[in-house]
């Protein structure tokens, strides 16, 4: 997988993640021809479109367009499963579709095929920083309390 | 925590910055118009750089996630690398957190930048929370680039082993990383793999698998080895995977862990690929696969489509085969579009396999050339163009030029190019190819590339008898499709060359219907052309040639042409410009020359102009010294300006035909310069004083020859493959004629290669090693040279020449040298010769050997130049000649 996309159904981008080396330039590029190209095809058509010899993979889940960049020989089907895997986990677990997205894919490499895994590996990394948090507040608290 | 609480004693900047992420994410997305959120943006960026220059430690991470928001809108955000560095180094794990997620938003690995975060990724990878391990294992993996890689290699090598699999799967994935960046270090990686693949945990299994496939890509000795120690084993974790019972964990649609499935199918696909003892290992578990996989859930359909992959490209094993094409063939005909994409994506990989199974499906295949998904669309026309073989040509060009008429626009040019590329490379015949190419233009001649129409104008050169029918074809079409850019072109220069086989309906074919024509309606077609805007330069340039040769063909049009192209004098553009005021001239002043200066066009020769598409220009000259022969050329230089200048008076703009008529111009000098240096050069110079006189005696026969002359020009290109005519014409010439072309034409060149005073050729045996008797090639006073001739029957185009020099003085010739040269459809390979010195007196003989290799066999016989040089009694002596009595079909 070259990078990953979401895109809202306005155009707007949601999350970006980049696997292969692409200029800041060639991403803003990349993202306007390929919304362009993915939000104005129909319902019913097939979930690949095909971009500059390579395959982008899109499946819409509300009004969010997930999109993978594929090459022209990988298994169209199982990156859909992989977007649909993705997904699942950001439906069950409530936290930064970032951070999941670390422990789904790495490399541009499926890591973990276990949802269940995924969400009890984030919940202890979202724990820790409310933790810090937590503390930053009480700290702040005491120095508030004691300059009154 | 609200920023206001205790912001009494912050400035007015600093209470900015503490506007709350949340709240920024939401005045951004309340902007109306994009000046508005720009506004927000920037103050937003003000203030994140007055805290950056603060080196404001509290809010860093707060300011590192806005900036990444901003970043995502778009903006630049590069002030922000530097934080999040900072970031990275600071101790705590929220802060390293969104450090590295920054990192890997805001640069990419060929930032310098990165070089910075090296020794903090070292650090992390050592640290005692495996959660920053993990962090830091992602982010190389995600963006390192090659000179990381090289300095944390060691780490992630030993993160493979650490004791917690999530660890140890991340570093798997990051070794991936590092092993396309730096190929060397590939073989650290292979026996940590191999523990890898024994493991139990799916996300390690999974992960191992992968970075195996790629150690494999990289490396050949790799491969082999995981092929010796990992096949079986693997073989049976599939195995256990297809036959384990419901886990509800890795369950996708009744599935235990489509992913695993999938992977192990792929790295079998590369252990077997190549090897007949690997494939068959797993043979049994792939047919189970094939056969007992879910077909109606999308991950059931993903394995089958891997294991189809995996079969087809493992070793032979038609039972296996079978199975897979019936596989997809149920795909094919799936009602899920993205099943029936991937089939016509598999089919097309298993055309090299198994053609005929896939030829079974073209009917359902042709059907999703009109899908109205342009994905399947394209697919399905790939995959068409790769089925149609001769056999099945016309049905199937039939139905896509039949379906050009109703696609989509943007659908029209991939269509197009594949049925122009079709036609070209399949047709049985002339006609055929005409045809199919005249019902392409008007439906789609904008989207014709130069090339296509370029060689459609050759075919129809070549094509003499159906000159007329062309003609007459491209007029009734432009009636109606005038905006077809490439139609017009083509019907524009039909009418130029052969408007007079149009109003005369010269020509006819029995499935033609007479229609009438007047040279007046003729020269509407292009008056209505050169008049369209739409039409470019190029189009309008071949206008005013097709003008000025109809004013010559159609007289009692000649002052209304002559008005048309007076129209374009005034042109902005300088090539219409001074075409127009050139023709104009030649119309007035040259009357006595138009006709012959607008003659048609030689017959563009198809082997030339493909081999100059295909690039591949073969030396013309070649001798046993690997020099060009320099011949004795002077007028030959003079002379060559003005041809080509002619010829783009005569034929249209460069890049068209003209080109390979230009080149093809420099062919014939190439040979007809030597052929006639000895004579007939000198003639035009001497009666020209017209310069455009003087181009003409060039271009054709000189006036002093008579009449007889461009006789043999018109017949030679009506009967370019009649070769007795030329025989005929050859005797009743003879060689004056040949000294007064100096440079002629295609044609023409034919005819010098069929002339000579030497006997007929022997009547070539057939077939299986054609034998010809030894024939004397050159002869003088003091010299003889023969030939022996002798062909290999699978190579029917190369001809082996033993060329034997005899002395026929008596003093003996030393420093002997053989040179020859040949046109440019010919391929000459000299040997080196038996030795330099030749006896005097007949007392022995040098010999040498040749290969010629004749491009155009079959069509054009063989002819060379030569030239001995020797030394005869310490004086240099030179002997020239051209051998042109060589057998016909060599």
């Known amino acids: ?148 | 925590m609200n920023p206001f609480s205790s912001g009494t004693r912050l400035s007015w900047v600093r209470i900015k910055v503490l506007f709350h992420c949340r709240d920024m994410i939401r005045a951004i997305r309340a902007c109306k118009t994009a000046a508005e959120e720009r506004a927000v943006v920037r103050k937003e960026c003000a203030s994140i750089r007055a805290a950056v220059s603060d080196n404001d430690q509290d809010y860093r991470h707060r300011n590192l996630a806005k900036l990444m928001f901003i970043h995502m809108l778009g903006y630049p955000t590069h002030f922000g690398q530097m934080e999040c560095l900072k970031l990275i180094a600071a101790p705590g794990f929220p802060e390293k957190r969104i450090g590295y997620l920054g990192l890997m938003l805001l640069l990419d690995e060929r930032q310098e930048v990165l070089m910075l975060v090296t020794n903090s990724l070292k650090q992390d990878l050592n640290h005692t929370n495996q959660y920053i391990v993990g962090l830091a294992l992602c982010a190389l993996g995600n963006i390192c680039s090659a000179e990381m890689a090289r300095d944390l290699a060691p780490e992630v090598e030993r993160l493979l082993q650490f004791r917690d699999p999530n660890v140890r799967k991340k570093a798997a994935l990051c070794s991936i990383r590092i092993v396309k960046k730096v190929p060397d270090l590939a073989e650290n990686f292979v026996n940590p793999v191999v523990s890898l693949l024994k493991e139990k945990h799916h996300g390690v299994l999974l992960t191992g698998i992968q970075l195996c496939i790629d150690l494999c890509k990289l490396s050949e000795e790799a491969l082999e080895y995981f092929r010796k120690k990992c096949t079986e084993g693997l073989v049976k974790v599939l195995k256990d995977v297809v036959n384990s019972p419901y886990a509800p964990e890795y369950d996708v649609g009744g599935i235990a862990d489509p992913f695993l499935h999938i992977r192990l199918l792929r790295l079998l696909r590369v252990l077997g690929h190549g090897d007949a003892d690997a494939s068959d290992c797993m043979n049994d578990i792939l047919a189970q696969v094939a056969t007992k996989t879910e077909s109606n859930k999308n991950a059931g359909n993903a394995i089958l489509y891997e294991c189809v992959e995996t079969i087809m490209s493992i070793e032979d094993n038609s039972g296996l085969r079978v199975l897979a094409i019936n596989i997809l063939g149920r795909f094919l005909s799936n009602r899920d579009n993205n099943i029936r994409y991937v089939a016509l994506n598999m089919l097309m990989k298993a055309v090299s396999v198994d053609d005929q199974a896939v030829q079974r499906h073209r009917v359902t295949i042709l059907e999703c050339v009109k899908d109205s998904d342009a994905s399947i669309r394209k697919r399905a026309l790939e995959l068409v163009y790769l089925l149609v073989n001769e056999s099945n040509v016309q049905p199937l060009t039939k139905e896509l030029i039949d379906y050009l008429q109703v696609s989509d626009q943007d659908f029209k040019e991939d269509l197009t190019a594949k049925i122009c590329s079709i036609v070209e490379k399949l047709s049985p015949d002339k006609i055929w190819y005409i045809d199919q190419m005249l019902k392409v233009l008007p439906q789609a001649g904008n989207y014709v590339k130069d090339e296509v129409w370029h060689a459609l104008i050759v075919v129809i050169t070549n094509a003499s008898n159906l000159h007329g029918y062309t003609v007459r074809s491209l007029y009734k079409a432009i009636q109606t499709s005038g905006d077809q850019e490439t139609l017009v072109r083509v019907a524009v220069w039909c009418i130029g060359e052969y408007g007079d086989m149009l109003v005369n309906n010269i020509g006819m074919l029995n499935v033609e219907e007479p229609i009438t024509v007047t040279e007046n309606d003729a020269v509407d077609v292009i008056q209505i052309a050169i008049k369209r805007h739409t039409l470019d330069l190029t189009t309008r340039a071949m206008c005013l040639i097709a003008l000025l040769k109809l004013s010559s063909r159609f007289p009692s049009c000649s002052q209304r042409i002559k008005d048309i192209i007076t129209q374009s004098k005034g042109s902005l553009l300088l090539e219409l410009q001074q075409r127009s005021i050139e023709f104009d001239s030649i119309i007035e002043k040259h009357q006595n020359i138009r006709s012959a200066l607008v003659e048609r066009m030689p017959v563009l020769d198809e082997a030339t102009y493909s081999g100059r598409r295909a690039g591949s220009m073969r030396a013309t000259v070649s001798t046993s010294h690997g020099t060009a022969l320099n011949l004795p050329n002077g007028v030959a230089k003079t002379a060559a300006a003005p041809l080509v200048d002619l010829l783009d008076l005569g034929a249209e703009e460069p890049a068209a035909p003209s080109s390979s008529g230009g080149n093809f111009l420099q062919d014939l000098l190439d040979v007809d310069t030597s052929s006639s240096s000895q004579s007939g050069t000198t003639q035009p110079q001497k009666s020209g004083t017209d310069v455009l006189l003087d181009l003409l005696s060039i271009g054709s026969p000189s006036p002093q020859n008579g009449s007889s002359a461009p006789d043999i020009l018109s017949i030679s290109k009506d009967n370019r493959t009649s070769v007795s005519a030329l025989d005929s014409l050859s005797s009743a010439i003879g060689p004056s004629v040949q000294a007064s072309f100096t440079a002629g034409d295609a044609p023409m060149m034919d005819l010098l290669a069929g002339f000579g005073p030497s006997p007929p050729a022997p009547p070539p045996t057939e077939d299986n090693g054609p034998a010809y008797p030894p024939m004397v090639a050159f002869e003088s006073s003091s010299l003889r040279i023969m030939f022996n001739l002798s062909k290999q029957p699978v190579s029917p185009q190369v001809t082996h020449i033993e060329a034997i020099f005899t002395n026929k003085s008596s003093d003996v010739y030393t420093d002997f040298i053989f040179q020859a040269a040949v046109p440019k459809f010919l391929q000459l390979h000299l040997e080196p010769a038996s030795g330099n010195t030749l006896p005097g007196s007949g007392n022995g003989s040098i010999t040498q050997k040749l290969q010629v290799t004749n491009t155009q066999h079959g069509k054009k016989s063989i002819v060379m130049r030569i030239r001995i040089s020797y030394k005869l009694k310490g004086k240099d002596m030179l002997e020239e000649g051209q051998i042109s009595n060589f057998p016909r079909d060599l």
């Not at chain 1, 991403?27 to 319902?43: A, D, F, H, N």
């Not at chain 1, 920083?129 to 300059?147: D, F, L």
């Open chain 1, 1 to 148: 997988i070259h990078f990953v996309l979401l895109i809202s159904r306005q155009g707007k981008v949601r999350l970006t993640k980049w696997y292969s080396p692409y200029s800041q330039k060639e991403r803003s590029k990349v993202i306007r021809e390929l919304s362009g190209m993915i939000l104005t095809r129909g319902p019913k058509l097939c979930n690949f479109v095909e971009w500059r010899g390579f395959k982008v993979v899109y499946k819409r889940y509300a009004s969010l367009y997930f999109c993978m960049c594929i090459n022209q020989e990988d298994n169209e089907l199982e990156i859909l499963e992989i977007i649909h895997h993705y997904v699942e986990i950001l439906d069950r677990y409530f936290g930064s579709a970032y951070y999941i997205l670390d422990e789904v894919l790495i490399a541009g490499e499926l890591q973990e095929s276990s949802k269940k895994t995924v969400a009890r590996l984030v919940a202890p990394q979202d724990s820790l920083v409310e933790a810090a948090k937590e503390e930053a507040n009480s700290i702040s608290n005491i120095i508030a309390q004691a300059t009154k």
